[in-house]
């Protein structure tokens, strides 16, 4: 029997039991729709981790003043240590090699006022290089300049959503905004940023589109403390030349800052490369057990085409019984019935490519969960879904491949 033959009558098996087909492929295809939609789900927070490592900048280094209580505080003062400074973030410039760039910063909570709107943000006081080191881009106006920081001015850059709190639809360059008691002029607003969660340890919870950045010296000037024993900076952030020399260089930054701390545990050192790495090897850990779950839907579905094709050598034993005592091969009728499996295994590995598209980009829009279509979750999807077929197709076929001819004919 030739291979075009057998897809015929596969083809005429399956049109002549059309429902009892369509019922069998559900399984592959809601299976083939589930690993493209869980992979394209395991896609989009993998990129979201990675543009959040990536606006922390994969050749930095962040040293964070640690969040203490009043007593914890008054305790290490007492212990010589003053928190981090500026004058640390000048030591470290000089012993560590390789430093291209610092991002001396300070925070104060404080509430921004336009007209009758009020929002609660992080004022950050900032130097100009903070741009390019940690990845700050504006979508209106301008970023903190040098002629800003020389020169004292009081001048703000808003991050996006507390732009949108406070003005809305308005262009809120050149306006004016209240912060705590102290009015200052928008000079641009920054592009969404990606938002911080628990894996960054003193980052955790941290949504940089609710800042405000004004310059490091109006901050020193206009800003009061909290606390008269709170730390000059907040946080530092150094650029290296190279991600190689991370790990070393956050040593030998540890060791100079305990002896410059009094052995005093009042700061983190926080690499946003090895916490990128981590996350790498999570997602693929995530996106395995993602497309392993979905993955038991294409088996389900095997188990059903297997039923099927075994029910159907049950129906079809006579038959099989006169095509062989004519002259069929076993290899023909094998042929039949694999064909037959693969022909509902294909149709519904596309069936389930178009609906796991379809799912994906659903997601997308309508949920707040952000998906990544990969080509390669299409292609292992529908690859797996024609092996089921073959591989649960294989035993009916056999069993109706061995079906002695004389017996077949006698059956009823």
């Not at 057998?6 to 009892?20: E, M, P, T, W, Y």
């Not at 992979?39 to 490592?53: C, D, R, V």
């Not at 928190?83 to 973030?89: I, K, Q, R, V």
């Not at 916490?275 to 392993?292: F, G, P, T, V």
């Amino acid at each position: 029997m030739q291979t075009e033959e057998s897809i015929r009558i596969a083809l005429n098996g399956l049109r002549d039991h059309k429902f009892r087909s369509f019922l069998t492929m559900l399984g592959i295809i809601f299976g083939t729709a589930s690993v493209i939609t869980m992979i394209s789900i395991g896609e989009g927070a993998k990129k979201q981790a990675m543009a959040k490592y990536q606006d922390l900048g994969v050749n930095n280094i962040i040293i964070r003043d640690k969040d203490l209580t009043d007593t914890e505080l008054e305790s290490v003062r007492i212990k010589f240590s003053q928190g981090l400074s500026l004058e640390d973030t000048r030591a470290v410039s000089e012993i560590i090699p390789g430093v291209t760039g610092t991002a001396p910063q300070a925070e104060a909570k404080l509430d921004a006022m336009y007209e009758d709107r009020t929002s609660k943000a992080n004022v950050i006081g900032i130097t100009p290089g903070i741009g390019s080191i940690l990845n700050f881009r504006t979508e209106r106006g301008s970023f903190i300049s040098e002629d800003h920081y020389t020169r004292q001015l009081k001048v703000c850059v808003l991050g996006a959503n507390i732009a949108r709190e406070l003005f809305s639809y308005e262009d809120p360059v050149g306006r004016s905004i209240k912060l705590g008691d102290q009015w200052f002029e928008v000079a641009g607003v920054l592009k969404t940023k990606a938002l911080f969660t628990e894996t960054v340890g003193e980052l955790a919870a941290r949504d940089l589109n609710n800042d405000v950045y004004i310059p490091l010296s109006t901050f020193s000037k206009r800003i009061p403390k909290v606390n008269a024993l709170a730390s000059e900076l907040k946080q530092v952030t150094f650029r290296l030349e190279s991600s190689e020399t991370l790990l070393q260089s956050a040593e030998i930054m540890k060791s100079i800052m305990k002896r410059r701390h009094f052995n005093n545990d009042d700061f983190s050192i926080i690499i946003p490369y090895e916490l990128m790495e981590q996350e790498k090897r999570e997602s693929r850990i995530y996106n395995l057990l993602l497309a392993s779950i979905a993955a038991i839907s294409l088996l389900v579905g095997g188990i059903g085409i297997m039923n099927i094709m075994l029910a159907s050598v049950l129906e079809r034993t006579q038959e099989i019984g006169i095509r062989r005592a004519i002259g069929g091969k076993r290899s023909d009728i094998m042929g039949q019935f694999v064909t037959e499996a693969m022909s509902m295994s294909i149709t519904g590995g596309l069936i389930g490519v178009l609906l796991g598209i379809i799912l994906s980009l659903g997601v997308g829009l309508l949920t707040e969960v952000k998906t990544s279509l990969t080509l390669y979750s299409i292609f292992i999807a529908f690859g797996f879904s024609v092996l089921v077929g073959i591989t649960f197709g294989y035993l009916p076929a056999k069993r109706a491949a061995d079906l002695k001819p004389i017996e077949s004919i006698r059956h009823e």
